[in-house]
């Protein structure tokens, strides 16, 4: 299929793109910066150069294409606000495609996102969610919750670093997914018909708290974690007070999430129907455990390495020229 990827440079697109030119698709990415997306050319993506905020960019990143994924979402440098990109830009989106009399579309929105009508994101995702089902399109909205990828930085690395590790609230179980993974399901849904005009969750094996997720990083890492707990009350002061300035308005909106992570209400699902579905087989999907030890087995080896290699200098700088 010729198929455009939008979003494609983040986390999710990336594995997209990946995975759709594995199983022979033709693929475009819309791009806001090809420099920065020079990595998808040498894979053996075309990349056109858009903006879903510019909608004249649109109709010729859309000319030829069969099958749009959209896993686009507003950065937190980003100057436009989540409203702007997740809301504004996917209207336009939606909306070019259906001129462009492209059928498929496949969504990537949030697990649970109706029940958290108060958090922006997950309110524009709802809202986003019934817009396309009223579109006429063939829609696929896939949910998922939270990337294993983000783990590293929240997690690992301050860990790793002997840094504090920062928990909001009461730690909600959240399940996690590889985006290798995720990236299987928005791909197979292009060939399954049963997908069409469906709604789906797409999360991890099982919900992890906060303290469950520290206490296997200090299993696998071998070091003890300094754990900051953020109360729920000063997240909100500060994301009140952030949004007071323009310059905040995603910053506010991001702190809005510590609702979703502190409401107690565990962010999973089951997917035994949804793997039926797709006919993929739940024992490959990557569990937390086995990401991690791959994670920390990699940079333990790559810290021995630069021990190494320091010690191999030091030694060499000791020894006295010989002439
Ligand atoms: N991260 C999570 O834990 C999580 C959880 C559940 C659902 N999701 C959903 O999964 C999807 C992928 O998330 P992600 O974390 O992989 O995203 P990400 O890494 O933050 O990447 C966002 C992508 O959107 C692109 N983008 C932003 N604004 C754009 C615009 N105006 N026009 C065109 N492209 C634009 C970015 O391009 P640039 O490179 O130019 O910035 C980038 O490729 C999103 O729909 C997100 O809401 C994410």
Redesign the pocket.
Known sequence: MNLLV????????RQIVRRALDEGHQVRC????PR??AFLKEWGAELCQ????KPKTLPPALNGVEAVI??????AR?S?SIRK??WD?KVALIQAVRSAEIERYIF????NAEKFPDVP?MDI?HCTERFLAESGLKYTIL?????MQ?LIGQYAIPILDNQAVWVAGESTPVAYMD?IDIAKFAVRALEIPETENQTFPIVGTRAWSADEIVRLCENLSGQPAKISRLPLGILRVVRKFVSFFQWGWNVADRLAFAEVLASGKPLAANMTEVYEVFGLDAKETTTLEAYLQDYFRRIVKKLREIGYEKEKQKKKKKTPFKS
């Open positions: 939008v979003g494609a440079t983040g986390t999710l697109g819309l791009v806001r910066s920065k997306a858009g903006d879903i905020c959209d896993a686009a979402t507003a950065r980003d436009s990109i997740d830009g990537f929105s949030i697990l994101l995702k949910r998922p919750c939270g990337f983000g985006t």
